[in-house]
């Protein structure tokens, strides 16, 4: 069992940057991919970046401006989101599977409760 905490949403101007980090709980954090998602007002939740074995994903319209990171020992999962667009507004969930990485919503196991990310033009 793995629960999951997001922090760092809030309310940025176009071009600006926010760091969102997601604290985890439960053991063998090390063993499971961590992923963040999106989902903006009537749209599908939708992938970000996952982090896997050392290794980094993104989706198209976040790579260049988004890093992903992690620190095992303290059992958390970063996102630093710079260059924000209006387009980025959405509530950003952490999420977590065993093994390696996907960006298929319904592969992952665990999910946060979300943090809204606004961003104004």
């Known amino acids: 069992q793995v629960q999951l905490v997001e922090s760092g949403g809030g309310l940025v101007q176009a071009g600006g940057s926010l760091r969102l980090s997601c604290a985890a709980s439960?053991?063998?954090?090390?063993?499971?991919?961590m992923g963040w998602f999106r989902q903006a007002p009537g749209k599908e939740r939708e992938f970000v970046a996952a982090?896997?074995?050392?290794?980094?994903y993104y989706g198209d319209s976040v790579k260049g401006r988004f890093t992903i990171s992690r620190d095992n020992a303290k059992q958390a999962v970063f996102l630093q989101m710079n260059s924000l667009k209006p387009e980025d507004t959405a509530v950003y969930y952490c999420?977590?599977?065993?093994?390696?990485?996907?960006?298929?919503?319904?592969?992952?196991?665990?999910w946060g409760q979300g943090t809204q990310v606004t961003v104004s033009s």
């Open positions: 999420a977590a599977k065993l093994g390696y990485y996907s960006t298929g919503v319904r592969l992952y196991q665990y």
């Open positions: 439960g053991r063998t954090f090390s063993a499971y991919a």
């Open positions: 982090i896997s074995g050392g290794s980094t």
